[in-house]
């Protein structure tokens, strides 16, 4: 290369700038070549950059042709391949030239477009060996933009211990690695099971962050937001949304959608749509948030008509589109509208079924008990069926007392799922509510023989901005003496009401006595009963718990609700139970 190098002024480097086509690229080229400009590096580089976005053949053609390139070179060329999904594997053949290079070796400057490249499949595997090469190559190995571009890796691959082990060595974290150690643990917060600890860490995270005097920016609210969302800890996530505004933070789409889906999980709706009409954009991520919110708060009509709206705007729609607004179908019964927008979506809107979506059509034909049609909707689907599938047959099939149907679904899901809990609880309440109860005990033994405990249900209220959080037959409340008392109250006056527990699902081989006290103990009663203890009278009671509601707390919250004259919110892993005056908003069609 010559010096000293052209400034970006260059009337030639301006025209390279501008170029869009192939044929334009060629000529200024041609010119670069003919002036000798081509021999600089910045030159060079600006051509390889440019290059690599309009023809990427072109630029490895240009590239293969410097006789010596630089490191600066090829990072240029591999960090702008890397962010193309379909050219990471050149981008990753061009570090192996560097890395068997004689003299060449990889700085700070290679790493981080790899690793952002590694944060996707099929390439997360090659994570573990690039950070060994950063331990290798880099002295010291501690490169700001290097470690950020890790703790993005071990966060978008899961590895949520690995990125806050990195986070714990940074000395003064800025709001990029702050960034990307609470998206870490907001994406990973629901990826198995809802852990609601990772959420109550993101919430921990941003106080320490604010004491640490780095400010908060669009993307750190989006994870905090996120956060209040999967806890429905709606104090904070106001909260949150006043700190946007104080803040004068950008309301983007971004924080937008987040807003819209944490009041929606909150289960204040009416907030949630108010807010989505507001927003001056609203794209298909918005659209997905607002009609999912109106799916698990059982208003299909509304999720339904939202859909159209938005086909109507222009707007298309994504497979997460189509999965929420069947979701909003399955749950208020509207079969032949949850079934067209299936059929639709390869004709009409050429996306791909995938498994989420064949688990909505099951789930949809199951509870309006068309349950024949929704198993050969399994057996018939062009990829294997996952327990999902299995377990939402076996769910309806319990529901519609079929059970032909639920024991074709059990054997599948003990194939798939051995050591799960939750089937083997379905199981037992399918012979249950049949009276087969040599059959409960024989499911018992099952669970017994291969050491498979039932997963506690777990039930968080929030009172005064701080969240409870309630395990069945919770002991441990500071205030659990009072609890205790509040439920013994409860059920009295439940008894004087005519409520009869509804004990069959109950799954332990104890007296008829006990077992209404093991209904009573249930951890939403629980969360209900300290409640009504600690929290104003007139304020709505609102509760997020990780299993489906039983039954019995199901009628029992009904009455509860008009015995106490108070508004209780329950959100379960399915959807939200809007209890009110003796009622719920589920109409029983849960």
Known sequence: MRGPNPSSNHPTLQLLEKCKTLANLKKVHAHMITTGLILHTYPLSRILLISSTIAFTHALSIFNQIPNPTIFLYNTLISSLANHKFHTHIAFSLYSRVLTHTTLKPNSFTFPSLFKACGSQPWCRHGGALHTHVLKFLEPASDPFVQAALLNYYAKCGKVGACRYLFNQLRNPDVASWNSILSAYVHNSGVVCKDVSLSLEVLSLFIRMQKSLVKANEVTLVALISACAELGALSQGAWAHVYVLKHNLKLNHFVGTALIDMYSKCGCLDLAYQLFDQ???????????????????????????????????????????????????????????????????????????????????????????????????????????????????????????????????????????????????????????????????????????????????????????????????????????????????????????????RTLEVLFDIEEEEKEDALSYHSERLAIAFALIASHPCAPIRISKNLRVCGDCHTSSKLISKIYEREIIVRDRNRFHHFKKGACSCSDYW
């Open 279 to 501: 927003m001056p954009h609203r794209d298909t991520l918005c659209y997905n948030a607002m009609i999912g919110g109106f799916a698990i708060h059982g208003c299909g009509h509304q999720a339904l008509d939202l859909f159209k709206k938005m086909t109507l705007q222009g707007l298309a729609p994504d497979d997460v589109t189509l999965i929420v607004t069947m979701c909003g179908c399955s749950h208020v019964g509207l079969v032949d509208e949850g079934c067209e927008v299936f059929d639709s979506m390869k004709e009409v809107y050429g996306i791909e079924r995938k498994l989420e979506h064949y688990g909505c059509l099951v789930d949809l034909l199951g509870r309006a008990g068309r349950l024949r049609e929704a198993e050969e909707r399994i057996l018939n689907m062009p990829m294997k069926p996952n327990a999902v599938l299995w377990r939402s047959l076996l769910g309806s099939a319990r529901v519609h007392g079929n059970l032909e149907i639920g024991e074709v679904s059990i054997k599948h899901l003990i194939q798939l799922e051995p050591e799960t809990s939750g089937n083997y609880v379905l199981w037992s309440n399918m012979y249950a509510s049949l009276n087969r109860w040599d059959d409960v005990k024989r499911v018992r033994k099952l669970m017994k023989d291969h050491g498979v405990n039932k997963l506690p249900g777990s039930s968080l209220v929030e009172i005064g901005g701080a969240m409870h959080e309630f395990l069945t037959g919770d002991k441990t409340h500071p205030c659990s003496k009072e609890i205790y008392l509040k439920l013994e109250e409860m059920s009295k006056r439940l008894h004087e009401y005519g409520h009869k527990p």
